[in-house]
């Protein structure tokens, strides 16, 4: 894909789609910064090209880097625009990945219940779902804890019964069996065999949150609080790798609650300009969400902090960009390079 990508001879299509496939694969390896640069090379080309059914997958692969790496507005803005992709079926290659995407970052905005359409549209569709399990080793293990948090106990073993029928299928591929290792062992509770998941999964990043989950079974029984605080410190370190600064944090915060406090948390990503210039990357994190309407206790959920963090962090912002309220806030910080469009609110 490399060659073909670099050939001045390819066609649109082929470069376009090689640019793609390498951004899918850098994503799978852990590797965001590579994977933003080629998804949005990949559909610079194709709107030059006039190619605009490559650009839902494009969007994809930028919206859940963003999404992995803590940049809140850029996710808040890819959330409706994939939503519509996937509902309106504006995309032909990967109609199951763009609602699976978007249902992801509406969630994250919202909670399951602004996402449960695309949830359930997924798993009640049999091409769809199969499509998506076939595709992404993370979507199994995610939907079921939708569908869970959603209530809907039947969807959530639909999805382990799809990701354990294609496993049967394809005992040569060991993504897909980690896959349906953990999705099971959720359903089950069953810490060990989640365990098991995040040995077996290739992907740093579905390797690191099946460790998460196992920690959470864990830390929920006494006995087992070593056992939880390893897990927990196994999903850190594995996040991290992968450049997924918001969930190493939200795991060091389980690791907080159990007594354990890790060194230097990972960095959200940040923006530049001349108004941002001197805010950490955490403040410009909780910059991006005030300015889009969210409270101090909406904004500590999606960045794993206190309530009273956010409003420590939002003085010292204030002061280093000169404004006194939060309408001042969000009109300074649509002029910041990057920063999410004034206007831009929570739902």
């Known amino acids: 894909m490399d060659e073909l990508s670099a050939r001045s001879?390819?066609?649109?299509?082929?470069?376009?789609?090689?640019?793609?496939?390498?951004?899918?694969?850098?994503?799978?390896?852990?590797?965001?910064?590579?994977?933003?640069?080629?998804?949005?090379?990949?559909?610079?080309?194709?709107?030059?090209?006039g190619l605009h059914g490559f650009l839902p997958d494009?969007?994809?692969?930028?919206?859940?880097?963003?999404?992995?790496?803590?940049?809140?507005?850029?996710?808040?803005?890819?959330?409706?625009?994939?939503?519509?992709?996937?509902?309106l079926g504006r995309t032909a290659h990967g109609p199951s990945q763009c609602a699976w995407a978007a249902a992801q970052l509406l969630e994250v905005r919202g909670g399951p219940a602004s996402a449960a359409q695309l949830i359930a549209?997924?798993?009640?569709?049999?091409?769809?779902?199969?499509?998506?399990?076939?595709?992404?080793?993370?979507?199994?293990?995610?939907?079921?804890?939708?569908?869970?948090?959603?209530?809907?106990?039947?969807?959530?073993?639909?999805?382990?019964?799809?990701?354990?029928a294609l496993a049967v299928r394809n005992p040569g591929l060991c993504s897909v069996g980690a896959a349906a290792g953990h999705a099971a062992g959720l359903l089950d509770g069953d810490p060990d065999g989640v365990l098991a998941a995040a040995a077996a999964h290739q992907d740093p990043w579905a390797a690191a949150s099946a460790a998460?989950?196992?920690?959470?079974?864990?830390?929920?029984?006494?006995a087992e609080r070593q056992r939880a605080v390893e897990a927990f410190e196994s999903a850190a370190d594995g996040?991290?790798?992968?450049?997924?600064?918001?969930?190493?944090?939200?795991?060091?915060?389980?690791?907080?609650?159990?007594?354990?406090?890790?060194?230097?948390?990972?960095?959200?990503?940040?923006?530049?300009g001349p108004d941002a210039g001197t805010l950490t990357n955490t403040e410009a994190a909780v910059a991006e969400l005030v300015s889009q309407g969210f409270t101090?206790?909406?904004?500590?959920?999606r960045l794993f902090i206190s309530g009273h963090t956010v409003a420590f962090h939002l003085k010292k912002i204030f002061r280093k960009m000169d404004v006194a309220s939060r309408v001042e806030l969000t009109r300074a910080w649509s002029r910041v390079p990057g920063a999410s469009p004034e206007g831009a609110r929570a739902s």
Do not use: C
């Not at 793609?20 to 590797?31: T, V, Y």
């Not at 989950?213 to 830390?219: H, N, S, T, V």
């Open 9 to 49: 001879d390819a066609d649109g299509g082929t470069a376009v789609a090689s640019l793609l496939g390498a951004a899918d694969l850098a994503f799978a390896r852990g590797d965001t910064s590579a994977a933003v640069d080629l998804a949005a090379r990949g559909a610079d080309r194709a709107r030059r090209a």
């Open 58 to 87: 494009a969007h994809t692969v930028l919206a859940l880097s963003a999404l992995r790496q803590g940049d809140m507005s850029v996710s808040a803005q890819f959330a409706d625009q994939l939503r519509d992709y996937a509902l």
């Open 121 to 164: 549209g997924i798993a009640t569709d049999d091409r769809l779902l199969l499509e998506l399990l076939t595709s992404q080793p993370t979507a199994a293990a995610w939907l079921v804890r939708a569908t869970r948090k959603l209530g809907d106990e039947v969807l959530a073993r639909r999805v382990v019964a799809g990701a354990g």
């Open 212 to 222: 998460e989950d196992a920690g959470k079974f864990l830390a929920a029984r006494p």
């Open 239 to 272: 996040y991290a790798g992968a450049g997924a600064p918001r969930d190493a944090r939200r795991v060091a915060s389980r690791l907080r609650a159990l007594g354990v406090r890790r060194g230097r948390h990972p960095q959200y990503a940040g923006r530049s």
């Open 296 to 301: 101090n206790s909406q904004v500590g959920e």
